[in-house]
């Protein structure tokens, strides 16, 4: 039972395509999950289609007709190739780095995505959490398996966090089994010696 979703400003920016790749591709990867969402999402849908016919008429160009025919004559484009089976899509056909430690049992690998915002997998061993932090934008974080518990309540497999400023109350894993999400972010502020060090190296 999926009991945390987006917002409707997150999903009608996902409808529109106007939300940066990492983060478009987490919102997708609940949508995967949640009936109610993917509902949702149809409505915002119909919604823009809509208001476009009420946009008055633009010119084409001389040979957009010509163009247009010549795309239809061309094969269409293979899918991407699956490159991470293990994962739900979409996140199976994205490219993934290496996993790195960023602190006591807790590792990110960065995956590769164009746009504002960068993103990746994070998984933490039972009892471990993220450091302190704030936020410089839009943060969405997907659960793929086991649980965390943050400020905002329980996370569980397929819900989707998307926290307000700051994270007084760091997400740590609950249970007995290490916890894999994914996650994207539009600027993360840490606190304590992480954030002096990042105000060093200037990210």
Known sequence: MIAHHPSEATLAAYAAGTLPEALALVAATHLSHCATCRKTLSTLEATGGALLEDLPPV????????????????????????????????????????????????????????????????????????????HAGRELTCVLSCAFADQDGTFAAG?????????????????????????????????????????IIGR
């Open 59 to 134: 010119p084409l160009s001389i040979d957009a007709l010509d163009r247009l025919l010549g795309r239809m004559d061309q094969p269409a484009p293979p899918p991407p190739p699956i490159l991470n089976p293990e994962l739900p899509a979409p996140l199976n056909r994205v490219a993934l780095g290496r996993w790195w430690p960023v602190g006591p049992g807790v590792r990110y690998r960065p995956m590769q995505s164009s746009g504002a915002a960068w993103g990746g997998l994070v998984l933490a061993q039972p009892g471990r959490s993220l450091p302190r932090h704030g």
């Open 159 to 199: 819900d989707l966090s998307e926290p307000g400023d700051n994270h007084d109350q760091p997400p740590a894993v609950i249970g007995v089994q290490p916890c894999l999400c994914v996650i994207a972010s539009e600027g993360m502020r840490l606190r304590g010696l992480l954030g002096f060090a990042q105000r």
